[in-house]
T-cell receptor, first 113, second 111 residues
Framework: DGGITQSPKYLFRKEGQNVTLSCEQN?????MYWYRQDPGQGLRLIYY???????QKGDIAEGYSVSREKKESFPLTVTSAQKNPTAFYLC????????????FGQGTRLTVV | QKEVEQNSGPLSVPEGAIASLNCTYS??????FFWYRQYSGKSPELIMF????GDKEDGRFTAQLNKASQYVSLLIRDSQPSDSATYLC???????????FGTGTQLKVEL
């Protein structure tokens, strides 16, 4: 089945630790995105990538890092520099033409304890 | 000015009524427009897309686009309690630019 998979679904982290969220897609999509969503809020763009080995900062990139070594994978690292990392993280992908919309994974809920 | 703007709501409609959700965008060159539905605690799901001026119907949903006014809307006919969710408008400016989301409108369909 084609789709976009995020793991884990729930993640707990101690303050001061880095953590990596996984996002894998088998839709052959060129573009991939990471968003953060806080309770009752909209989506805020962290990073996006439109091609392998290239990515751009979104609106709230500070404290986060990404890589795009393979078309299928776009992992997000939440570093200790991110002061308030507890949130719902959503990964999405869309074809390079951008004409059919983006498809989301199920999300990862990160809690700092 | 935000790139994509939506009224946050909540928009309350009685069951069976028409719900009208609105979105405006700033990039006049935008080419494709999307509506997503997001239930609480879940990820957004794509429900409609539209590229051309006018109306596009899919079941109980109708998307309307007016590029001259930079306005896109979503009508939900015969609203059901299961339609209660947040509806996100998204715009793709084209030319390799990133997809941009509005902050969403919360819809409540009341019995």
């Amino acid at each position: 089945d084609g789709g976009i998979t995020q793991s884990p679904k729930y993640l707990f982290r101690k303050e001061g630790q880095n953590v990596t969220l996984s996002c894998e897609q088998n839709l052959n999509h060129d573009a991939m995105y990471w968003y953060r969503q806080d309770p009752g809020q909209g989506l805020r763009l962290i990073y996006y990538s439109q091609i392998v080995n290239d990515f751009q900062k979104g609106d709230i990139a500070e404290g986060y890092s990404v890589s795009r070594e393979k078309k299928e994978s776009f992992p997000l690292t939440v570093t200790s520099a991110q002061k308030n990392p507890t949130a719902f993280y959503l990964c999405a992908s869309e074809p390079g033409t951008g004409g059919v919309g983006a498809f989301f994974g199920q999300g990862t809920r990160l809690t700092v304890v | 000015q935000k790139e994509v703007e939506q009224n946050s709501g909540p928009l309350s409609v009685p069951e069976g009524a028409i719900a009208s959700l609105n979105c405006t965008y700033s990039d006049r060159g935008s080419q494709s427009f999307f509506w997503y539905r997001q239930y609480s605690g879940k990820s957004p799901e794509l429900i409609m897309f539209i590229y051309s001026n006018g109306d596009k119907e899919d079941g109980r949903f109708t998307a309307q686009l007016n590029k001259a006014s930079q306005y896109v809307s979503l009508l939900i006919r015969d609203s059901q309690p299961s339609d209660s969710a947040t509806y996100l408008c998204a715009v793709n400016p084209g030319g390799g630019n990133k997809l941009t989301f509005g902050t969403g409108t919360q819809l409540k369909v009341e019995l």
